[in-house]
């Protein structure tokens, strides 16, 4: 295990490990609160999943939140399945080998990063309307999701934030793939993730005893509460 990954041994490998997200959210809490400086950290969550799970650590420590937007890029006969991931601001993180092995030639890699960049930009629009992103320079940026499966939409969002100038970057999920931790270890400063996972087949939803889409209308009012309540960077 990477030395800057943060788990729950007794959590390992473990399926239904949380109730909810909320729930999840409120146990990464418990690890973050020695890594992440009141006054110095933002919260920036990947919607719409991420937010529920980062609202409930932004009240249990009185973090701001904002959202921090990436889009998988999806293979044109499976849009289910992705290749990949780009950020609002054209940020790539591209899984090189898989789109090798798909066949995937130029023009088409190039047609699906144009797609997901505009729906990305779209949801940004959607969640932060226009105001100016938070000034991240010096800060401690905590990016979350309720999971990682392959782990390339976070790093995505890892990569356009580093280009922000924060003072460091974590990444924090409830649940994630052995590849995933293997993959964005490297690029962050500290990862934490309570619940990893091993095995051919990795779901997110498996991590949880209630699942469920989150609508993007239930996941901009859960950030409104918060912003209500004076959570707003």
Not at 39 to 53: C, H, K, Q, R, T
Not at 73 to 93: C, H, K, M, S, Y
Not at 107 to 116: C, G, L
């Amino acid at each position: 295990m990477f030395p800057n990954v943060v788990e729950d041994r007794s959590l390992r490998g473990i399926i239904g490990a949380f109730a909810d997200r909320a729930h999840a959210g409120w146990l990464l809490a418990q690890r973050l609160r020695d890594r992440a400086p009141g006054g110095d950290a933002i919260l920036l969550a990947i919607p719409s999943g991420g937010i529920p799970v980062a609202c409930a650590i932004a009240r249990a420590l009185g973090i701001p939140i904002d959202v921090a937007i990436a889009r998988k890029l999806q293979i044109p006969w499976n849009p289910e399945a992705g290749f990949g991931a780009v950020a609002w601001d054209g940020t790539l993180a591209i899984n090189e080998p898989l789109a090798k092995g798909l066949g995937l030639d130029r023009a088409s890699i190039e047609a699906a990063i144009s797609r997901a960049k505009a729906i990305a930009e779209g949801r940004l629009r959607r969640f932060r309307g226009d105001r100016p992103f938070p000034d991240l320079r010096g800060k401690a940026a905590i990016l979350v999701d309720d999971g990682l499966a392959s782990g390339f939409t976070m790093l995505a969002a890892v990569r356009a934030v580093r280009k922000l100038g924060p003072g460091s970057v974590l990444a924090a999920a409830p649940t994630a793939s052995n590849d995933a931790i293997s993959l964005l270890a490297p690029e962050v400063d500290w990862l934490i993730c309570l619940n990893i996972r091993g095995g051919p087949l990795f779901a997110v939803a498996d991590a949880y005893r209630e699942w469920r889409d989150i609508p993007d209308d239930e996941a901009a009012d859960l950030l409104e509460g918060a912003w209500r309540e004076g959570l707003r960077p």
